[in-house]
């Protein structure tokens, strides 16, 4: 790379102006490698938002949307993961403006205690829906609904996952490069959650409760 | 540009961003919770809506942007939207039709 096309810090929480030239390129590099795995998760989810459009409305006398969807815990999730994805901006500005560490540390802390409310919250209202029949099997529209947002569940399972083994990462290795790296990727990761779950509320929820 | 004006205008990305993707969403909400139109007006205004937050989330979260520097990204996600949305689409357009046939 010549000095004129230098690699510019295409993403926020990247501070790579104290890295050499080559390296910048490389992380640049692997970072967009993370983008390409996202995308193929976009796949996953576009085609069970397919799948779940199909289903849409086969109840078979069987449980129902109307029935099963409350307004306000889809309210409280949603603004749990929209918050949450403020907290894990905090987190990049912090990553990019040399905040301590301790910094990054909360507002790691804040992401995931809001990622485990809205986990909490999609666990309790499966709860509910079990209890009063409205499982998995019961007709082809609850199935494809529990393979959607379970998926979606599942990702923000592996997301606090990946939070809890970041802050191990940045206790025994201290902000290193690598470890900056694994934030990032983490950040897009999480961001993309919510670009999901944007699409969920919209087309699961909010479809399911129009009157 | 120095440190802390950089840190200002990063800051306030995400804060704009947080801010419409609040109203965005409230706004989605409310369409359906006060039943402000017809069913079919509802789902488009709800679809529309998050369109428009997928983008506010992509610009201020995700920092895809039309500069030079983050040309790959936007390639990348939008040949990926091309594929999502002839492989989404082809499914619905066929279940939809067979089952049309079928009625």
Partial sequence: MSG???????????????????????INSDVFG???FLMTDAVLFALLFALYGTMEGRTAGGPSPTD????HSAIWETAALLTSSMTYGLVSLALKHHARRLWIALFLGATFC????????????????????ATPEANGWISSYFVLVGMHGFHVTCGLIWIILMCL????FGLDRRVKINLIRLGLFWHFLDVVWVVIFSVVYLQGLLR | MNVSSELRRDAATYALGYALALVLTGCAFATVFFN??????????????????????????????LKRSSRADLQLILFSTLIIALMAGGTLIILFNLQARMM
């Fill in chain 1, 68 to 71: 099963d969807f409350k307004f």
């Fill in chain 1, 169 to 172: 990462q940045m206790a025994v």
């Fill in chain 1, 114 to 133: 809001l990622g485990a409310y809205f986990l909490g919250m999609e666990i309790h209202d499966f709860m509910d829906m079990f209890d009063h029949g």
């Fill in chain 1, 4 to 26: 004129v096309s230098e690699p510019e810090l295409t993403h926020a929480g990247l501070n790579l102006s104290d890295e050499p030239v080559g390296e910048r390129v490389q």
């Fill in chain 2, 36 to 65: 402000l139109f017809s069913k079919t007006g509802q789902f488009a205004t709800v679809l529309v809506l998050a369109f428009i937050q997928i983008l506010v989330h992509m610009r201020c979260f995700l920092h895809i942007s």
């Fill in chain 1, 34 to 36: 993370f983008w390409v």
